[in-house]
Structures are given as C-alpha cells and as structure tokens.
Nanobody
C-alpha cells in the first residue's frame, strides 16, 4: 500500500525559509516521479516541483530560484526547501508519487499525501 506522509509545515513570517519532508513507503522509492503540490485558498491544486528517478528536477515558474526539491533514497524521503517565503506561498502542501517519468512540475501523480498547511504572515 502506497503511503506518503508530510511533515515540517507550520506558520512563518515573510522572508523566512522552511523545509518540508515527505516519507514514502509501499513501493520501490527510486523508480518513480515524485513531487510537491500546493493548493491555495479558492484555487486549484498546482504542481510546485518534481524529481524523477535520475534526480532531474522541474519547478513551477512561480517558485523558480526560491524552492528546491530533493530526495534521499536511503531514507525514502522527499524534501522541499522553500526560501524567501511570501504570502503568495500560503497553501496546503502535499507530496505526490507519479509514474516512471515526470512530465513537469505537475507530475502527473496518482498518489498523494494528506497535505498540511503552510502559513506565511507577518
């Protein structure tokens, strides 16, 4: 059974950095596209960043230069380093598992974690 569990979310002030973690289980971790998605209030869920089996990454335009996706295969853990956070980044963040290749930051994904809130406010 595929499971994805996020951690590291919370409330921060603008300009601060935050790292999200996602522990994955139930499948061969390194062979698939993994990524992060977010859903802001009143908006659809969008892909933020993805990483494939070869550690190639893709970022959404809105986070390029600020967010970095990475993974630790030994720990079965996916990360999202978020720097210089702004109120635009307020959203529920979730991690996703997709298929063998990533088509973009949107994955696509067929499994998702429950998601947790990241709040950026002064």
């Amino acid at each position: 059974q595929v499971q994805l569990v996020e951690s590291g979310v919370g409330s921060v002030q603008p300009g601060v950095s935050l790292r999200l973690s996602c522990t994955v289980s139930g499948y061969t971790y390194s062979n698939y596209c993994l990524g992060w998605l977010r859903q802001a209030p009143g908006k659809e869920r969008d892909g933020v960043a993805s990483i494939d089996a070869y550690a190639n990454t893709q970022n959404a335009g809105s986070v390029k230069g600020r967010f970095t996706i990475s993974k630790d295969s030994a720990k079965n853990t996916l990360y999202l380093q978020m720097n210089n956070l702004t109120t635009v980044d307020n959203a529920i963040y979730s991690c996703g598992k997709g298929f063998q290749y990533c088509s973009g930051a949107d994955g696509p994904y067929n499994y998702w974690g429950q998601g947790n809130q990241v709040t950026v406010s002064s």
